[in-house]
């Protein structure tokens, strides 16, 4: 079975500086790829996802970024973090079955 | 195209039953739900399929409505271990992404 990495666990950055997140899989091959963002309290907000090596489709139109590089690598960027950008990011996994998607354990970034 | 989810929130006793409801307007193909503890990332529960049938895991079971493109969540019997946020996520017929629920906040006490 498929295994999601996320790193960090945790986050504090000031507002303008970059981000990059990154998530990697194991136990699968090309799966697809999605990038969600949690506010507190909140549901979940799909930002990006990818369908295969550099195949980005982009949900929400926002300062935010999304690359894959390699089959089981996904990362989310920023050039200059907003206050607004703060959250819970998961990074989620289909490996190809019925559309399911298994979850990262996250990173919560706070944005000051 | 987000399925709409009721109640918004709901709180138990240990014991109590509960019944968690996801409608969508699309016609479906398939129906997941999750459930996501307080900090922690959503964990995949169970999905039904068009046709398929009822399904259960332990005292959490779901069913689908195909003609009403409906699905229901029924927590028996409820335990502590049971509080979370509970999220549908609903496939259209003839598409491949998931669409996630707005949530449902369940709180069992003692």
């Known amino acids: 079975s498929q295994t999601i990495h996320q790193w960090p666990a945790t986050l504090v950055q000031p507002v303008g500086s970059p981000l990059s997140l990154e998530c990697t899989v194991e136990?699968?091959?090309?799966?697809?790829l999605y990038w969600y963002r949690q506010a507190a309290g909140r549901g979940l907000q799909l930002l990006f996802y990818?369908?295969?090596?550099?195949?980005i489709s982009s949900e929400v139109p926002q300062n935010l970024s999304a690359s894959r590089p390699q089959d089981r690598q996904f990362i989310l960027s920023s050039k200059k973090l907003l206050l607004s950008d703060s959250g819970f990011y998961l990074c989620?996994?289909?490996?190809?079955?019925?559309?399911?998607?298994?979850f990262g354990a996250g990173t919560r970034l706070s944005v000051l | 195209q987000q399925p709409v989810q009721s109640p918004q929130a709901v709180i138990l006793r240990e014991g109590e039953d509960a019944v968690i409801n996801c409608s969508s307007s699309?016609?479906?193909?398939?129906v997941h739900w999750y459930r996501q503890k307080h900090g922690e990332a959503p964990v995949f529960l169970m999905i039904?399929?068009?046709?398929?049938e009822q399904k259960g895991h332990d005292k959490i079971s779901a069913s689908f409505n195909e003609k009403k493109q409906q699905s229901s969540l029924y927590l028996t019997a409820s335990q502590l271990s049971y509080s979370g946020t509970y999220f549908c996520?609903?496939?259209?017929?003839?598409?491949?992404?998931?669409?996630f629920g707005t949530g449902t906040r369940l709180t069992v006490i003692p």
């Open positions: 989620a996994c289909n490996p190809g079955t019925d559309n399911i998607q298994y």
């Open positions: 136990g699968t091959s090309n799966p697809n």
């Open positions: 990818s369908v295969g090596i550099g195949q």
């Open positions: 699309k016609a479906l193909y398939s």
């Open positions: 039904l399929l068009k046709g398929g």
């Open positions: 996520g609903t496939v259209r017929t003839g598409a491949n992404n998931l669409f």
